[in-house]
């Protein structure tokens, strides 16, 4: 049977994911797999990396890869254009500068989800078995993935309002009122908005799928990259998303620097030891800091065989969720999944967003979701493999 697979890199700013993600897809490709590899990150650096001048259309990379940087205005407009205008339109009516109002009518980071909307087109064209994703730093993406989630809520409160309210009522009255005329969504606009909504539910269903999506975090043995990776990590979890491995880029090689860069090879192996202490029980690998920047298809095929070795790159490498989050009527909890721990063991702790457990003498941090870390924590639970951490509800 056909493998189909979608493989997103994810990461910080600079970490090395184009370089990650472009060195997979060779791999993926050298293996025989039709790829295509696809930039939804708006500051595209996939032609660089490649050295290939890549377009907002796709184009052959090498032997069973192709490419493609995808046009963010494009998207939107497609996707948007109706609704924006309305939008715009109603923005002026109510009193707003014109000059502003097309500004308005587009939610921040919006571009960005409909670019994802286009890795659903390419999985439904069939042209591809492996699709890698090159996104935009994580700061900047990642709280768009919940949004299919409040699009899912918007889309059921619109289809009863039009149902119940707007069909029957408004839109009859408003053929008597220059006004209401003037506020009330036209019937395509409403249209339109339902195919975007749509699509951004059919997007979120694939991206849950567990054995067809998964995110690689690439990350570098820093404090600040990996405290916003295991941010990175909640946050897939909290939506859905399956991480199957943890890249760790730029390890410096113990015999590789001397003299002024000797203290770094201390440094990043303290938080070696942090990433696989914190970030277990993930596969995790490490790829060392290369001579030179890893630039061009020879050098980037170098790579995707020290990342893989003897591995096939699009095998799903965990397809677990060691992290959940959810509610009882009374509670909130972050569930983590932590095998064989002695319960009078434990001590928990938060400071800020970050939950700090002891088990004897180990310790793990994760960083909590903004909507937990503002609540009191009220101790913790060790139940079938998953330490239960409660949180009071406001
Ligand atoms: N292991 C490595 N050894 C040496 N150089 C590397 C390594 N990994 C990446 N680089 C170099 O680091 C630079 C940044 O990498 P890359 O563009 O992949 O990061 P990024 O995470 O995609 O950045 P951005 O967030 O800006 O998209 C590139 O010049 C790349 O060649
Ligand atoms: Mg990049």
Redesign the pocket.
């Known amino acids: 049977m056909k493998k189909l697979r979608i493989i997103f890199f994810s ?10 993600a472009a060195a997979t897809a060779l791999h993926a490709a050298a293996l025989g797999y039709r790829t295509i590899v696809i930039s939804t ?1 708006p ?1 595209h ?1 996939l032609s660089d ?1 490649f050295q290939i001048n890549l377009t907002h259309s796709v184009q052959n990379i090498a032997t069973n890869l192709d490419g493609i940087e995808i046009d963010a205005f494009h998207e939107l407009d497609n996707n948007w254009g109706q609704i924006k205008d309305y939008l715009s339109s109603l923005i002026v009516t109510l009193g707003a500068d014109d000059a502003i109002a097309g500004e308005l009518a587009i939610i921040p980071g919006m571009d960005n989800v409909f670019s994802l909307l286009r890795i659903k087109e390419f999985y439904d064209s069939g042209n591809y078995e492996v699709l890698i994703i ?1 996104m ?2 994580t700061g900047e993406s990642l709280r768009l993935l919940s949004l299919p989630q409040i699009v899912s809520m918007a889309l059921k409160i619109t289809r009863y309002l039009e149902k119940y309210i707007v069909s029957p009522v408004i839109r009859p009255a408003s053929k008597m009122s220059k006004s209401l005329r003037a506020v009330i969504a036209p019937e395509n606009v409403t249209h339109s908005w339902e195919l975007v909504l749509e699509k951004l539910l059919d997007m979120r269903r694939l991206f849950e799928h567990q054995s067809l999506t998964s995110t690689r975090i ?1 990350l570098n043995p820093e404090k600040m990259v990996i405290n916003e990776s295991q941010r990175a990590w909640t946050y897939l979890n909290l939506f859905g998303m399956i991480t199957d491995q943890i890249i760790i ?2 390890v410096i090689p113990k015999d590789g620097l001397k003299g002024y860069f000797k203290d770094w090879q201390v440094t990043q192996q303290k938080y070696l030891k942090m990433i696989y202490d914190n970030f277990s029980p993930l596969p995790i690998t490490e ?9 061009g298809i020879s050098r980037l095929s170098q ?1 995707g065989k020290m990342i893989y070795e003897d591995r096939d790159p699009t095998d799903v490498f965990y397809s677990d969720k060691p992290i959940r989050i959810y509610s009882t009527k009374k509670e909130k909890i972050f569930a983590i999944k932590v095998p064989f721990i002695e319960n009078n063991k434990i001590d928990v702790t938060t400071r800020g967003n970050e939950l700090i457990i002891g088990i004897g003498n180990q310790m793990r941090s994760f960083v909590l979701p903004d909507s937990l870390s503002l609540l009191q924590t009220e101790g913790a639970e060790y139940n079938n493999g998953w330490l239960e951490i409660k949180f009071k509800k406001k």
């Open positions: 990461g910080k700013g600079g970490v090395g994911k184009t370089t990650t990150d500051s650096s990396t090159d935009a730093p690439v880029n730029r790829v060392p800091y290369l001579k030179d920047e890893v630039i790579l």
